[in-house]
């Protein structure tokens, strides 16, 4: 059985350098029976990546989207590479200076206060308003529980007022 290979064409991206655009073109072979490792040694001994400094390499395919370097690659042509970003370990946007403005101590602490001030007066506001509504959700309350009581009163006096007169009251017509 023939091992079957492919040739996948690379441009790479020295982000690590600083350049912004690919720099040169590789043809790169991969065979069938090569793993993931092996492939991304090659990709980097063909691409002359080779030494000891750190790096991450980022395989992109031509709409720039991330392709895990393994045999599924799909060959392509030279008019459309893959894209090979190579970048330090970590390096990822440069920061910005900060865009939100952060308030000093002081300004954040009278903030805060005058928030606390304003929800204390609120509630001290409605707090005769709270001892009202309670007092007349218990009375409402006492009013059904003593409303209940009378039907169960009501109830307890017409069951002490029945006799029992038998099974029937009238004779049964059979």
Same mark, same amino acid.
């Given at each position: ?37 092996? %492939?991304?040694?090659? *990709?980097?001994?063909?691409?002359? #990546?080779?030494?000891?400094? /750190?790096?991450?390499?980022?395989? +992109? $395919? ?50 805060? %206060?005058?928030?606390? *001030?304003?929800?204390?007066?609120? #509630?001290?506001?409605?707090? /005769?308003?709270?001892?009202?509504? +309670? $007092? ?39």
């Amino acid at each position: 059985m023939a091992v079957e290979m492919k040739k996948i064409w690379i441009a790479v991206k020295r982000t690590d350098l600083g350049e912004d655009d690919t720099s040169s073109l590789h043809c790169i072979d991969i065979l069938e029976n090569q793993s993931g490792q092996q %492939i991304k040694h090659s *990709i980097l001994k063909s691409c002359n #990546l080779c030494h000891n400094d /750190p790096i991450v390499v980022k395989l +992109r $395919n031509h709409r720039g989207s991330l392709m895990p370097i393994t045999w599924n690659i799909p060959a392509n042509n030279l008019s459309k590479p893959y894209i090979l970003e190579v970048v330090q370990v970590h390096q990822n946007v440069k920061a910005r200076p900060r865009s939100v403005k952060i308030k000093n101590f002081n300004e954040a602490t009278k903030e805060k %206060i005058s928030d606390i *001030i304003k929800r204390i007066e609120k #509630l001290e506001g409605a707090a /005769p308003e709270l001892k009202d509504k +309670r $007092n007349d959700r218990i009375n409402k309350e006492m009013k059904e529980v003593e409303q209940m009581l009378e039907f169960l009163a009501k109830r307890m006096q017409d069951a002490e007022t029945v006799k029992w007169k038998g099974m029937f009251k009238k004779n049964p017509l059979w």
